[in-house]
Structures are given as C-alpha cells and as structure tokens.
C-alpha cells in the first residue's frame, strides 16, 4: 500500500502476550525531499516546465523507479487546455537564493502546489495533485507516465462512500473548525535585479598559481618614498570568460610580475604600505587588469576582453537595464593605488590635439532575436542581412589628410555607400552627397577590393567598429586629470525614469510592449584609449596609457513606475500582497500563505514568475480559467477565494473508525447525521482488522 523508505527499528518483547503487534515505519518518499537541495536541470540557469521541475525532483530521490505516474486535477485550464504541468514555464534560478544557494526540494514542490491551488500526496506508484474544494464536481485528472513522458486524461472514482453504513466500531467525534477573521496571499518574489554574477566574487575567483596563497612582493621608490608592494594573479573559474595575456602572440601560463606589461586580461589582488611603516594588516583590493604592451609602442590589445561564460536567461516586460564600470587609467601594470604615471590633464588649448571621450565598446543581446546598437533595440535579422549585403567595412582611422572629400549613396536596401570619386559620378538616379572635414586630424576611410582609398564620415566608422555592439562612454572634460583616478561611466540614470531601484550608470530601456526572453549576451572589449596616448599636445611628451584598472563591473535590471507617492517616497511593494476580509469581528488571524512562485506584478523584477508558451512565443501568466466557476483569475486570486468560501462559515472535523471499503486520499464520504460531505485529513489503515481510523474535514 505504501512505498517509502524503511527505518532501521529496534524490536524486542518478552513473548508475554497473546500476541506481540511489529510496526514496520516507512518515511514517505516526499518527506525525504527535505533532505535535497534543487540542482539546475541543464547545469545551468534555464526555462523549465512544471513537469520538468517535478520529474527532476523525483529523480533525485527515486532511484528506483517506484513512482510511476503524476495525477493533476483537471481543476484548472491554461490556454485552454487542462495540461498544467506542461504549460507553465519558470526560470529555475527561482530555486536559488540572492547568494545562489539552492532550496531543498520539498520546498520547490510545495511552490508549484500552492500556485496550482492543490494538495500533493504520493500513494502507491503515483503523485497526485488534488484540488480539494472542486472533488466532488471534477472527477477527471491529467495523468502523466513519467517512463515516456506522455499524458492523457483519465478519470478517477469519487464514489461517495457512506459513512453511517460502514462504522467499524462507534467510537466518533465531532468538532467545528476555527473562523478567521481574513485571508491574506503574499507574492513573496525573487527579485532578479541582479543580472550577471560579481566579477570579483571570492568562491570563483583563483589563484592563477597552485598555492592558493601565493602572492609576490616587490619594492619601488614613489615620489620621494619607498613602497612596498604586494601583488597577486587570479582567474575565473565558472562565470567569466577573458582575453588570456600573451607576449608576442604567445600566451602566458601564469601572470607573474615578470611577464605582467603583457597583452590581454588578467585579475590580480593589490596591497601597498611605506616600507618604513608596516601596517599590522593588508587592505587588499581587487582589479580586472587590461593591458598593451605593444611592441614599439603600437596599440595591440583588441577585441573581447571579458565576458559571461554561461549565458544567463532574460524573462522580463520592459523595464532598464543599468550598466556601469569603474576603471582608473594607468601606465603600469601594476594596480596599487600608491603607483603614479602621469600628472597630466585633458587640456584643450593652444598646444592641444585633441583628446576623445573614454569608450567600452560592449555587446549587450538577447539571443538571437535583438541586440543593443546605443540607441534602441535591433533585430538580428537586420544585422544578418548587412552582413550578407557587404554593408559593414575594414575601417581606419583617425589619420590627418589635407583635403579629403567622402561620397555617398543611398542604395536599393536604404543603406548608404561609401565610394570613390569615379563610383559617385557614375551614379545617377540615386540620392547621393559629398563632403569634407571640418579637422584634417580627424579623417576616416576604408581600402575597397581595387585597393583604393575610400573615405567616410566618423558615423560610419564607428558603425563598422561596432557592428552589433555599442559603446559605453565616459565623457572626459578639461581639468579631469587622465591618469592615476577612478572615474565611472557617464551617468544616463534620471529620477525622471522612477526606477526601483535606481542608481548611477548607463540607462538601457526594455522594450515595453512585449517581452524580453532569451539569453544574455555581455562582453567588454578594450577600451579606446588602451595603448594610446589619451592626451595628444605638441609641447610635451605625451603619456602611453599602458593598462586599464577595473575595480567595479555593474549591470543590472530594475522596474519602472515604481514610485506611488513622489512626496512622501511612497514606493510599491515588491512583495505584492492579495487579501480579502472574512469578518473584523473574529479574533484569529490566519497565518500569511506565502507564494514564491507567483503572478507578473509590473512593479517588481521577479524570477518568480510563471510563464506560458504559445506557439514559439513565451508569455507571463496572468489568470487561470477555474474548471467550475469559469472565472479567470491570478493564482492568488483563486487561493483567496478558495479560504474566504471555506472559512466564511464553521466547517465540521469528523473523526471515527470505519470500515476499509478501498477508502484511498481521494475519496469522498458522507455523514447522514450531519447531512455533509467529507475528505480525508489523516487516516491509519489497520490491516489485520481492515478498518481504518479517518479524521475528516467537511468540504463544500
């Protein structure tokens, strides 16, 4: 009758009766769920259906196989159709805490089956998911076989068994159940504000040597005094993906103070103090290191530098993404605070050359379907369809040419084409312009299949930079000093935005009417000035700015219309609540019901929320159809209603021995005394006298 785990019980008697009873106890195969952490089903962060979830959960703990099927009470219809489990979608990290640690899965399953609005039991070689409150008026279920997983809807006998008939020995009582004065749901959400994992977290950042310890010590005479310096190379092990330094095009096995004025990327942990003046402890401090060392001073280090090595699922509704870096420009490799390059300022007068703005140059997509160009969001497809079309060119610049005049097109797809003098004068019936430059210091150009020089505007070059990327800036002023000091991105982040949780960085505004779902693309890249002199004048040796020292790598998601009541901070609760009021007059409160799966509340980003597939297109959940009332509500609204109805009025509690008659978790039976219907609270199956102890609740 019962499958579980047998106890290991100590049995002795002196054999003084007339017979000696032997308990066997067997723990039931759901309460050892406790005893199990949820694992990701992929390895990673994923989209997973119900009925994923809750066969994944039963793998951990039945090995066996004794559980055969899952029972779902057709109590409930998503997108018209009673297949719950494999119609209701949610991101797995739900599981998982703020520090990622992983809840047991018992917890998991009592989730999903608060939000289904059911009960969950095992008996025999099944699970069952049973809505209580409709039994008598829905006999059918969803059953799913879990060795094919293949479902078909059966029906199960609700026969109602007659209590009166069947008493095995008169030994019943009566009880009215408590009254409460309201019912409250709490959407207890997850919040998914952070996106990407820390850049510097300790439990992935390692030591590069084998002795986890193991860092390097150095000396240096700075401005008059002697340093000690203290240094050590780290590299991810799970989260990130970056540029290996190398020297001469080969890479570096493990980053020393030796081979560090490399090419590349690399962690490293940095500490100093005055040699003269040992401090009784390290303040050490972390830093993302770009560095080029290009031979003969030419810029080397290119491309991505550091990006997402598990790309993570994105399942939103509008919304901003909020991205910042803090870097500190510098000469050195090494990332200590105390080390000095340059005294210089951005300066813009006579001996001036110019300077640019610092730029990351960074690829923010969501799978295949969009990516970021700095202004909007891009479908793919378009950048696809310039690929093919040779749209995008090998391009260089800024160089100083006197005199040089760019040509355009407007071709057949809208694009507009660079070319020669001769291509231009030829095209006729087109629109097309030309033009100059307003500094011969600033000119760009590309070298087309005839090995002639084409130039073009600074927008297309930095079009054909970027491609499907865009850049994130710091805008340099006059005065800002260039070397040596922390600086952050331009911040782009208004109070005008009513964020929730809103901070300084760059804005980057989600699309509002429709959903953003797929994996995350993030990468870095080296940053403009990398391998350049940033500061450019004629009247003094300009500064090569050898390495950049990151020490913050933000980006996160936050909801907006968060505000409520913009004079008094009143702001919406990212744990929205649901209640109704029974009656004020009784004293008892009923405890919160917590959901932690739940419905899409706008004002709060949420792992927590249920998703739906229609077609090839996901969509979040906003109401179930009731398979009697036909009402469609939230899943919070179908709990409230279910525990206002149920305790609006007392409700008997029966309890009695009575004979088995195939008495199972699913059978209704009726008192002719009180002229109700009940369903099984607890039951104790004697076998050797086939009876059975019920206590029974009174159901609707």
């Known amino acids: 009758m019962?499958?579980?785990?047998?106890?290991?019980?100590?049995?002795?008697?002196?054999?003084?009766?007339?017979?000696?009873?032997?308990?066997?106890?067997?723990?039931?195969?759901?309460?050892?769920?406790?005893?199990?952490?949820?694992?990701?089903?992929?390895?990673?962060?994923?989209?997973?259906?119900?009925?994923?979830?809750?066969?994944?959960?039963?793998?951990?703990?039945?090995?066996?196989?004794?559980?055969?099927?899952?029972?779902?009470?057709?109590?409930?219809?998503?997108?018209?159709?009673?297949?719950?489990?494999?119609?209701?979608?949610?991101?797995?990290?739900?599981?998982?805490?703020?520090?990622?640690?992983?809840?047991?899965?018992?917890?998991?399953?009592?989730?999903?089956?608060?939000?289904?609005?059911?009960?969950?039991?095992?008996?025999?070689?099944?699970?069952?998911?049973?809505?209580?409150?409709i039994i008598k008026n829905i006999n059918s279920y969803t059953k799913y076989t879990l060795s094919d997983d293949s479902n078909t809807v059966v029906t199960l006998d609700n026969t109602i068994i007659n209590v009166n008939q069947n008493i095995y020995e008169s030994n019943a009582s009566i009880?009215?159940?408590?009254?409460?004065?309201?019912?409250?749901?709490?959407?207890?959400?997850n919040s998914n504000n952070t996106i990407i994992p820390e850049w510097n977290d300790e439990d992935d950042i390692i030591n590069q040597n084998a002795d986890a310890n193991k860092y390097y010590e150095s000396t240096r005479d700075i401005s008059g005094k002697n340093y000690t310096l203290l240094n050590a190379f780290f590299k991810s092990k799970n989260n990130w993906w970056w540029a290996i330094p190398s020297i001469l095009a080969v890479p570096i096995e493990e980053v020393t103070p030796q081979n560090a004025d490399s090419n590349g990327s690399y962690w490293q942990k940095a500490a100093y103090y005055e040699t003269a003046n040992e401090p009784s402890s390290l303040n050490w401090k972390t830093y993302f290191t770009i560095s080029d060392y290009g031979l003969m001073g030419w810029k080397t280090t290119d491309g991505v530098q550091l990006s997402l090595k598990n790309k993570l699922p994105i399942a939103v509704k509008g919304g901003t993404f909020i991205i910042d870096i803090n870097y500190r420009l510098s000469g050195d490799w090494n990332a200590a605070e105390c080390i000095v390059t340059s005294d210089e300022q951005y300066y813009d007068g006579k001996y001036s050359t110019g300077f640019t703005d610092t730029m990351f140059k960074c690829k923010l997509a969501i799978g295949d379907t969009m990516y970021y160009d700095g202004d909007g969001w891009v479908n793919y497809q378009e950048y696809h369809n310039k690929v093919a079309r040779n749209y995008y060119k090998i391009c260089n610049g800024p160089n100083t040419w006197a005199g040089a005049t760019w040509y355009k097109y407007l071709d057949e797809y809208g694009y507009w084409r660079f070319v020669t003098k001769g291509e231009y004068d030829s095209i006729s019936g087109r629109e097309k312009y030309s033009g100059g430059y307003a500094d011969r210091n600033y000119v760009y150009s590309y070298t087309n299949s005839s090995n002639e020089r084409v130039f073009i505007e600074k927008w297309f070059y930095d079009e054909c930079k970027l491609q499907d990327c865009f850049y994130l800036v710091h805008k340099n002023k006059v005065g800002d000093k260039v070397f040596d000091t922390d600086y952050s991105l331009t911040n782009t982040v208004s109070w005008r935005m009513n964020l929730a949780e809103s901070e300084d960085g760059v804005a980057v505004s989600l699309p509002s009417d429709k959903m953003t779902l797929g994996e995350l693309t993030f990468e870095l890249y080296a940053p403009n000035q990398l391998g350049t002199t940033p500061m450019r004048r004629t009247d003094k040796e300009p500064v090569r700015c050898n390495s950049f020292h990151i020490n913050d790598v933000k980006l996160k998601y936050t909801t907006s219309d968060?505000?409520?009541?913009?004079?008094?901070?009143?702001?919406?609760?990212?744990?929205?609540?649901?209640?109704?009021?029974?009656?004020?007059?009784?004293?008892?409160?009923?405890?919160?019901?917590?959901?932690?799966?739940?419905?899409?509340?706008?004002?709060?980003?949420?792992?927590?929320?249920?998703?739906?597939?229609?077609?090839?297109?996901?969509?979040?959940?906003?109401?179930?159809?009731?398979?009697?009332?036909?009402?469609?509500?939230?899943?919070?609204?179908?709990?409230?209603?279910?525990?206002?109805?149920?305790?609006?009025?007392?409700?008997?509690?029966y309890s009695n021995s009575i004979k088995n008659r195939d008495i199972s978790l699913n059978s209704i039976l009726k008192e002719n005394t009180l002229n109700k219907n009940f369903v099984i609270n607890s039951i104790t199956y004697d076998l050797m006298n086939n009876k059975c102890d019920v206590e029974l609740n009174e159901i609707r």
């Open 562 to 653: 968060y505000v409520k009541d913009i004079f008094n901070d009143e702001t919406y609760d990212e744990d929205l609540k649901f209640e109704n009021v029974i009656d004020e007059n009784i004293v008892n409160d009923f405890d919160d019901i917590e959901f932690r799966i739940n419905t899409y509340n706008e004002h709060a980003g949420s792992y927590s929320y249920v998703l739906t597939k229609v077609g090839d297109e996901y969509y979040f959940v906003d109401t179930l159809t009731d398979g009697v009332s036909k009402d469609k509500l939230k899943a919070e609204e179908h709990c409230i209603n279910k525990y206002v109805n149920y305790y609006s009025k007392p409700r008997f509690r």
């Open 2 to 133: 019962w499958c579980g785990y047998s106890v290991p019980c100590l049995y002795s008697t002196d054999y003084n009766e007339e017979y000696n009873l032997l308990s066997l106890q067997f723990n039931d195969i759901l309460s050892s769920l406790s005893n199990y952490n949820y694992t990701y089903l992929n390895e990673k962060q994923s989209i997973v259906s119900f009925y994923q979830v809750i066969k994944h959960i039963i793998s951990q703990i039945d090995s066996n196989g004794l559980i055969k099927n899952v029972y779902v009470h057709n109590a409930k219809k998503i997108n018209d159709t009673t297949d719950l489990l494999n119609n209701l979608f949610i991101l797995d990290r739900n599981f998982f805490d703020e520090a990622n640690e992983a809840e047991n899965c018992k917890d998991v399953l009592e989730y999903i089956t608060r939000y289904l609005g059911m009960t969950c039991y095992y008996y025999g070689d099944s699970i069952y998911f049973v809505d209580y409150d």
């Open 175 to 189: 009880a009215i159940g408590e009254l409460y004065n309201k019912v409250v749901v709490v959407a207890n959400s």
